[in-house]
């Protein structure tokens, strides 16, 4: 019987710790925290202390006035009356026929814009951020899209465009991040051309340009159709990655 109380009342030995020497797990929880003093009543303590303590941003009653004011206005984009065909993100260029090469004109959405009143259909063409328009032209009868060479994602076509404001006749080159955007731009262009051409035509059709004095026997502007077949002999050249061999248009 002795010897058995003698084993009883000898200490016992805590388990070697698993993560290391500095961590116990001896009955109740992580050391230092004990079963009546845990996270319960650490937690319960905290909360008491900020209850009690003063909120200041609570008890701040500043009003402050903004040094300006500023009014709300509507900001007008001209498309107001037009419904949106079609909308994508594009890149554009236009050929700088005095360098002999092209010039980037923008990166950003693309839309083919129908009046809802006319029921003529333009494109519109803004850069990102800025906002700035790069292309703006009525489609006109006779306008041709090219497939450019090597590259079923880009169009060439040539067009009275008035992005800067004043007519001037361009010949640019778009490019879509896919084929079937491309093709759709292709579809939803091709069928508003022969809108706008069934339109025009009711209206009286195109007016030729006269020749001004002085300028002798020149031959007349006959439209875009001409136009088209001119610049067919201007050569494309076809850019490997974006940013490579592109010289952008000095604003």
């Known amino acids: 019987m002795a010897e058995e109380q003698t084993k009883e009342e000898e200490p016992k030995v805590a388990p070697t710790p698993i ?23 650490s937690a319960g303590s905290g909360a008491g ?39 994508y993100k594009a890149k554009l260029y236009r050929y700088d026929f005095e360098k002999q090469e092209w010039k980037e004109r923008g990166v950003g959405p693309c839309k083919i814009l129908e009046d809802k009143k006319t029921k003529k259909i333009r494109v519109l063409m803004r850069r990102d951020k800025l906002h700035k328009i790069c292309a703006n032209f ?8 090219q497939n450019h060479q090597g ?45 706008n051409a069934k339109i025009i035509e009711e209206e009286g059709g195109l007016e030729a340009k006269e020749p001004e004095e002085g300028e002798g026997e020149k031959e007349k502007d006959t439209g875009a159709d001409d136009l088209a077949k001119d610049l067919e002999s201007v050569k494309v050249e076809e850019k490997k990655e974006e940013g490579e061999g592109e010289k952008k248009e000095e604003e």
Request: aromatic share 12%; glycine share 8%.
């Open 138 to 145: 009525l489609i006109m009868p006779g306008t041709t899209l």
């Open 19 to 41: 993560f290391g020497q500095g961590s116990t797990f001896a009955g109740t929880g992580f050391s230092g925290f004990s079963a009546s003093a845990g996270f319960a009543s």
């Open 151 to 195: 590259n079923d994602k880009t169009w060439v076509w040539s067009t009275p465009d008035f992005a800067e404001e004043e007519m001037r006749t361009e010949l640019f080159c778009i490019r879509f991040g896919t084929t079937e955007k491309a093709n759709e731009f292709k579809d939803v262009f091709e069928a508003a051309e022969k809108t």
């Open 49 to 87: 202390s900020g209850a009690a303590a003063s909120n200041p941003e609570e008890e701040c009653q500043a009003e402050f006035k903004p040094v300006v004011q500023l009014e709300k206005s509507e900001v007008t984009t001209g498309e107001e009356s037009e419904e949106v065909k079609l909308e």
